[in-house]
């Protein structure tokens, strides 16, 4: 049984990272209210492809066993189909000269790819199942758990955090990209990221590759859609669709995937994930209060959410 917290929890930031935060203190018995600047769906999570994977985060020795404890959650989330959660069986392609990962060789059920798998130009591959985490469904699914335990949403826009101390005692930071000003963090920085949209057409699995520059191409289908990606622009924060971005997307995405070509675009997303040069995940005591920070979690939000949110329970208890 969860010791009931001495006072209740603020959690800043309406993300992937704040909701879970929040239900996690909440399963232990915390009174929790989260306040934001942007709720859904105008938070970057919204713009997350998205799907289970690792990437542009640091570092692996702690983001690795934070990804493997969502793969858990993840995985229970799958059993209710108004989760928007499914898990997929797909394929990443590894190119020459590229690495297969030896912790995703280790997933269950992972093995390398057959030759009759594969696609020209990628010499090698792993079939594996990862969850697809649909979040314009996931996010409402998580915010109605949370006020259907009695949690509070709020919108505000705190200056400091201060100001978010004077509200309470318990501050959680999960202010994405924000935490930049609120934190006053200048190691947080934009990882620009373009995907499209189009029609899901024929393609029934995932497919993904990671180029040897650290950039990852992937075809993700959804219940509506399927996505195309992706792009990284580190330390770009412009929003602005990039058409020579798009094209480049539709000729990567087909080498891996023949089915998505001619598809039909429905849109185009943009967001800047919020890179830092490592996840910051630890308590700051302040004359006001302690505040958890947990943010900077770059390319695998949604992929490290739960992990880190069972850590913020730890650390708050
Ligand atoms: C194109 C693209 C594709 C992606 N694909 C994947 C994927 O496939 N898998 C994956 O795991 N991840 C993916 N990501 C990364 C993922 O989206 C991010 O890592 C994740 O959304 C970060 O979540 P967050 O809750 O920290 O940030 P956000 O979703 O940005 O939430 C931050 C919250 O803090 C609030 N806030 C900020 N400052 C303040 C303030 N001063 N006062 C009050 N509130 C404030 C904001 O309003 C918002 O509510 C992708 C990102 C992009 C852009």
């Known amino acids: 049984m969860a010791r009931p917290a001495p006072f209740p929890a ?7 990272i704040g909701l879970t935060s929040a239900l996690e203190l909440q399963a232990a018995g915390v009174e929790v209210t989260i306040a934001a600047r942007e709720l859904p769906p105008a938070t970057v999570s919204n713009v997350a492809a998205a799907f289970w994977y690792p990437y542009a985060v640091l570092p692996p020795e702690r983001c690795l066993p934070w990804a493997m404890e969502s793969l858990g959650v993840f995985r229970e989330h799958a059993l209710d189909p108004a989760s928007g959660v499914v898990l997929c069986r797909g394929i990443e392609l590894v190119p020459p ?6 912790w995703l060789l ?12 594969l696609r020209p130009g990628f010499p090698a591959g792993i079939v594996f199942e990862a969850p697809l985490v649909e979040t314009s469904l996931y996010l409402p699914w998580l915010m109605a758990r949370f006020r259907a335990r009695g949690g509070r949403i709020e919108t ?15 501050v959680i930071d999960c202010a994405g990209l924000g935490a ?3 934190a006053r963090d200048p190691s947080v920085f934009p990882i620009r990221g373009q995907i499209l949209r189009v029609a899901r057409g024929a393609q029934g699995t995932f497919a993904v590759s990671h180029g040897l520059d650290g ?19 580190d330390g770009v924060d ?22 998505v070509l001619g598809a039909e675009v429905l849109g185009l997303l943009v967001g800047l994930r919020p890179g830092r040069p490592s996840v910051r995940l630890e308590v700051e005591r302040l004359p006001a209060g302690r505040v958890i920070h947990n943010y900077g979690h770059g390319g695998a939000g949604v992929t490290l959410s739960w992990g880190c949110a069972r850590e913020v329970r730890r650390l708050a208890l």
């Open 10 to 16: 603020l959690v800043v930031g309406c993300g992937v």
């Open 106 to 117: 280790s997933l269950p059920g992972a093995r390398p790819a057959r030759p009759e798998e």
């Open 97 to 102: 000269g590229g690495r297969q990962p030896a």
């Open 238 to 259: 412009s929003l602005a669709p990039d058409p020579e971005e798009s094209a480049d997307i539709l000729r990567r995405t087909a080498e891996l995937a023949p089915a």
């Open 180 to 182: 930049r000003e609120l």
């Open 215 to 233: 950039g990852a191409t992937y075809v993700i289908p959804r219940s509506q859609d399927c996505v195309l990606g992706g792009t990284r622009g």
């Open 156 to 170: 505000a826009d705190f200056a400091g955090l201060e100001q978010a101390l004077a509200r309470s005692p318990l």
